[in-house]
């Protein structure tokens, strides 16, 4: 077993989340959106996206208080929050961008930001031990949930925030309405046809999975979590070489139909599959997923077409991109953000397994 796999068991079994990377990334208003390397590119700022990430993946961690790392997550879950109360606005939509002395640098809108601020609040209220985070959580969720966005991913992350909130509070009603506009606009194979229902594969695909996986389970329609599942079980074929390595969509994307593998690839990419694949764990109780989850790791330890390791477990950072031959450097939030949420899927998975 290698370092990162003993790492994953290490976590395991303390609950302990690798956080001095994302704590190092950390300014008095959020987390840094860039760095050069492992330092924070503070001239560039922060962003809701991250802010969102953070909250999703804090929320689920569990640390008994006492602990030095309780204290961290605490901070970090308020800090996060904090932020997207500040960036929804009355009308639900929501600002991204914010400069490094803590000034909104673009308008209210619905992109992709607005869904991943849905999808963080609804991780917080289903998943935060705090009450009053909770609470917070979903004063702003409420706030948001006012809007919604044609967007096909912007769409699937909102999706899966509102379906949070409804396992945790069912009787909420704007999560149900939200829920069910947003599950409209996510596209689906034909019958049985087993191709990836758009005609080219974009970035964070497994966020289409989980959102028809978490949104049938949510509004109790089997018939959507068996599309969901179906489309998970066709991105994972899509996304893994005859060899059996995972090897992802780079950031242009490709059509479905080209078995080229282009460069770049990004970590946001095996992150949601892992996410999906540990929820299709969750719902359906079969061990296949659970594998999945752990192949998709794999790429984050070294199993990839470069042979090189997307994530330091001593410090929890995760690089920016998996180029030909080697990676890039840089450890970015979006990408620490990804690798520790693929980093949880992999240790629910060895603990399903168990």
């Given amino acids: 077993m290698n370092v990162d796999a003993v790492a994953v068991d290490r976590s395991h079994s303390t609950g302990v989340l690798p956080l001095g990377h994302l704590i190092a ?17 503070i001239e560039h700022g922060y962003c809701t996206d991250d802010a969102a990430r953070v909250l999703a993946v804090i929320a689920r961690e569990r640390v008994p208080r006492g602990f030095a790392a309780s204290a961290r997550l605490r901070y970090l879950t308020n800090l996060a929050l904090s932020f997207l109360e500040q960036a929804v606005a009355p009308d639900g939509a929501v600002r991204n961008r914010m400069s490094a002395d803590g000034a909104w640098t673009d308008a209210p809108s619905i992109g992709d930001w607005w869904g991943r601020a849905v999808c963080g609040l609804g991780s917080a209220v289903r998943h935060s031990p705090d009450p009053g985070i909770r609470a917070r959580a979903l004063r702003v969720f409420l706030r948001a949930a006012r809007r919604s966005s044609p967007d096909v991913r912007a769409s699937a ?3 899966i925030g509102a379906a949070d909130i409804l396992e945790a509070l069912p009787g909420t009603v704007a999560a149900r309405a939200l829920l069910t506009d947003s599950l409209r606009r996510i596209p689906r194979p034909h019958g049985m046809d087993q191709s990836w229902p ?8 497994g966020a289409l999975c989980e959102a028809l996986i978490a949104g049938g389970q949510a509004l109790q329609q089997p018939g959507m979590i068996d599309t969901g599942l179906m489309m ?7 996304e893994t070489r005859p060899s059996g390595v ?18 770049d690839q990004q970590p946001i990419e095996p992150a949601t599959i892992a996410e999906a694949c540990m929820r299709a764990a969750a719902i359906t109780r079969d061990e ?22 997307m994530f330091d ?11 030909p031959g080697g990676r ?12 520790l949420s693929a980093y949880q899927c992999a240790r629910y998975a060895r603990g399903a397994r168990t």
């Fill in 288 to 309: 296949k997923w659970s594998r999945a989850a752990l192949r998709t790791w794999a790429w984050f330890t070294g199993e990839n077409d470069a042979g090189i390791a």
């Fill in 246 to 263: 995972m090897s992802f969509v780079g950031a242009g994307g490709r059509d479905r139909s080209d078995s080229e593998r282009s460069g």
């Fill in 198 to 205: 758009e005609q080219r594969l974009r970035y964070a695909n």
């Fill in 313 to 323: 477990p001593e410090t929890g950072a995760g690089y920016d991109g998996l180029e």
């Fill in 328 to 339: 890039n450097e840089n450890r970015g939030a979006e990408s620490t953000l990804a690798a």
């Fill in 25 to 41: 990334l950390t300014g008095p208003y959020g987390v840094y959106e860039h760095a050069r390397g492992e330092t924070p590119r």
């Fill in 157 to 159: 992350f909102a999706a």
């Fill in 232 to 238: 998970l079980q066709t991105l994972l074929r899509l």
